[in-house]
């Protein structure tokens, strides 16, 4: 019967390396949201971006516009294809196929 004690020690020796890596934070060193250069807390705003001065709007970045315009007809041609599609439900295909089969017997019966 084979030795417990190899499991136990390479057991051992994983614990010390999982456990010293998580002590150093992942073990990619300084954290970069306390490095030089970075805020200590965020200021409040949205992206961190400063307020325009009144009377200035802000200018547009060059992905905005193609951004919008394809999501605005992305929106209306997912909004007439949904609603112009056929109805194939089963339950629709079964009312009509009874009403099909009702009507040849109202038929035949006269």
């Known amino acids: 019967m084979p030795s417990v004690k ?3 020690t390479a057991a051992g020796a994983l614990r010390s390396r999982v456990s010293s890596s998580l002590r150093t934070r ?3 060193g300084p954290n970069p949201f306390t490095t ?3 805020q ?3 200021n409040g705003y949205l992206f961190n971006r400063l307020p325009q001065p009144p009377g200035q ?3 547009w970045e060059d992905w ?6 394809t999501s605005f007809f992305t929106i209306v041609i997912l909004g007439v294809g949904l609603n112009a599609k056929p109805d194939l ?3 629709t295909w079964a009312h009509q196929e009874a009403l099909k089969r009702l009507e040849l017997e ?5």
């Open 36 to 38: 030089p250069g970075h």
């Open 106 to 110: 109202s038929t035949d019966a006269e």
């Open 57 to 59: 709007s802000r200018k």
């Open 26 to 28: 992942g073990g990619h």
């Open 89 to 91: 439900t089963l339950e």
């Open 40 to 42: 200590e807390r965020p």
């Open 6 to 8: 190899p499991f136990a």
């Open 64 to 69: 905005e516009l193609p951004c919008y315009i």
